[in-house]
């Protein structure tokens, strides 16, 4: 084979490999879920599922992810708990529970089941913050951050 038509598919297979933002794909039936001592997570603030979701590039697949900020919107907070709840304020069936690792990022691949909606919550050392509209989603940072306000307490 000609040398010239070689060398642009060897860039061509290097260049992909430098422009992949995460891992590889992981085993979908691994479990991950971030926890209060964890700081296996990165990027804290954007879309982790702009990785992270079936046949995307990130290593793991989540089902809920996401960053908590403290009250000055600028510094994540670590240590907080989001907890989903089957009605709003906290009322009802508490159905999932995620902590919020040392960089103050939530994830995990374990399977939640959003059906019609669930109430999330965030959980400081003093103060719970209540979103009052059902998500169907565990894409927190796909909205947060961007059209509305980022996850925050204290």
């Not at 990027?43 to 982790?48: K, L, M, N, S, T």
């Not at 992270?52 to 793991?60: A, L, M, T």
């Not at 796909?142 to 509305?148: A, E, I, L, T, V």
Request: proline residues 3%; negative net charge.
């Amino acid at each position: 084979m000609n040398v010239r038509k070689i060398i642009p598919i060897i860039f061509l297979l290097i260049g992909s490999s430098i422009f992949t933002a995460c891992e590889d794909e992981g085993d979908e039936d691994e479990i991950k879920i971030s926890y209060s001592d964890g700081k296996e997570s990165h990027r804290a603030g954007e879309d982790c599922m702009n990785c992270h979701y079936y046949g995307g590039s990130g290593e793991y697949w989540f089902q809920i992810a996401g960053t908590v900020y403290d009250s000055t919107l600028t510094n994540t907070y670590p240590g907080a708990t989001l907890k989903l709840y089957s009605e709003p304020n906290g009322a009802g069936e508490l159905i999932y529970s995620v902590e919020v690792d040392l960089l103050g990022n939530f994830y995990s691949t374990e399977q939640i089941d959003f059906g019609n909606g669930l109430y999330p919550v965030v959980q400081g050392d003093e103060l719970s913050k209540y979103m009052l509209s059902a998500v169907t989603t565990g894409r927190c940072n796909s909205c947060h951050g961007n059209s509305k306000d980022v996850i925050w307490t204290k």
